[in-house]
C-alpha cells in the first residue's frame, strides 16, 4: 500500500505562483505514470499533468505553458510548478500514482484570488 501526500497550496492572487508537492511512502521509481488532477466546486475531477517513469509529459490545453511537472524518484516525490495562475485555476489538486496508477492523495487546496 503506497500512501500520497500533497503539499503547497494555499492562497495566491491571480498571476503568482505556487509549488506543489507529492511524496510517496514508497519508491516512485517503479510507477510508470504519475498525475496531478483537480476538480473545482461543481465540477468534474480533470487530468491536468502527467509524467511517465523516462520523464515524458503531458499537459492539459488550460496549463500548457504555465504548469510543470516533475518528478524526483530519488526524493519519492513529484511536483507541480505552478505559474500565472488564474481565478479558474481554484480547485482541489490530487496526485495519482502507484505501479498499477491506483492511488490517490488527499489532496491539497489552491484558491487564485484578489
Known amino acids: 500500500q503506497v500512501q500520497l501526500v500533497e503539499s503547497g497550496g494555499g492562497l495566491v492572487q491571480p498571476g503568482g505562483s505556487l509549488r506543489l508537492s507529492c511524496a510517496a511512502s514508497?519508491?516512485?521509481?517503479?510507477?510508470?505514470?504519475m498525475a496531478w488532477y483537480r476538480q473545482a466546486p461543481g465540477k468534474q475531477r480533470e487530468l491536468v499533468a502527467s509524467?511517465?517513469?523516462?520523464?515524458?509529459?503531458t499537459y492539459a490545453d488550460f496549463v500548457k505553458g504555465r504548469f510543470t511537472i516533475s518528478r524526483d524518484n530519488a526524493r519519492n516525490t513529484m511536483y507541480l510548478q505552478m505559474n500565472n495562475l488564474k481565478p479558474e485555476d481554484t480547485a482541489v489538486y490530487s496526485c495519482?500514482?502507484?505501479?498499477?496508477?491506483?492511488?490517490w492523495g488527499q489532496g491539497t487546496q489552491v484558491t487564485v484570488s484578489s
Open positions: 509524467i511517465t517513469s523516462l520523464g515524458s509529459t
Open positions: 495519482r500514482g502507484g505501479t498499477a496508477y491506483n492511488f
Open positions: 514508497g519508491s516512485i521509481f517503479d510507477m510508470p505514470v
